[in-house]
């Protein structure tokens, strides 16, 4: 499996997962669901914004505790909806009065490591904290260093990690054990008997994304699926 495909494709899953609170994988009909979206060119994230939405209605018009559906193709229709609204909202913004090709567009070549440093980049201008500012220094090196070796994709995902972590680390002890107090009360909510595992996946996104938020760090992933529109 290409790295680009399995960051894509554990993004949705690990959504997935996270909002079940149980189970392990998706199914293999799930995967091919997943893997149709993302060659007609939809960011993950409008993936995991409309399968989120798509939780929260069906929560909504059940009992408490009643878990998702074991299948992400019980909300196909639902995200697809949600695709075909952000085709026609991306087409008008950067075609005003074309009308939306049916199978989507080719994606855009570009530079990938170049918008990841600019993303660093311009994270860095704007970090207060010196700490952060050295996470981020950290990362833009990594990211800068020739290397014929490791796949874009895979070196982005790391560098983004490692950047996490490095802020997380940075962070002073009250800022942290504010964010873990949050992350925990998000993981031991009712919905639903939830796995260990779907448990530690939900408690390291929650974490990453706060981390992100108060650093104001960017999701390098998320710039490179963002780039190929």
Do not use: N
Not at 76 to 100: K, M, V, Y
Not at 155 to 172: G, I, K, S, Y
């Amino acid at each position: 499996m290409d790295a680009e495909r399995a960051t894509y494709l554990k993004s949705v899953e690990g959504a997935f997962l996270a909002l079940r609170g149980r189970g392990f994988m998706l199914s293999p009909r799930d995967v091919g669901l997943v893997d149709g979206w993302r060659t007609s060119g939809v960011p993950h994230r409008v993936v995991v914004g409309a399968l989120d939405e798509a939780a929260k209605r069906f929560r909504a018009r059940r009992p408490p505790g009643v878990p998702l559906p074991s299948s992400l193709a019980y909300f196909q229709s639902q995200i697809e909806e949600a695709i075909a609204l952000w085709r026609e909202r991306t087409l008008a913004w950067e075609h005003p009065g074309e009308a939306a090709p049916a199978g989507g567009s080719e994606p855009v070549a570009v530079d990938l490591r170049q918008r990841a440093l600019a993303a660093v980049e311009a994270a860095g201008k704007g970090a207060e904290s010196e700490g952060v500012r050295e996470a981020l220094r950290k990362a833009w090196r990594a990211l800068a260093r020739p290397d014929g070796e490791t796949e874009i994709w895979s070196l982005t995902a790391e560098v983004d990690r490692q950047m996490v972590d490095d802020a997380w680390a940075a962070l002073d002890g009250a800022s942290r054990e504010a964010l873990d107090a949050e992350v925990e009360a998000v993981v031991s909510a009712p919905g639903g008997p939830m796995s260990e595992a779907a448990r530690d996946e939900l408690r390291q996104r929650e974490r990453a994304r706060r981390v992100r938020a108060v650093a104001g760090l960017p999701d390098l992933v998320e710039v490179l699926c963002d780039v190929e529109l």
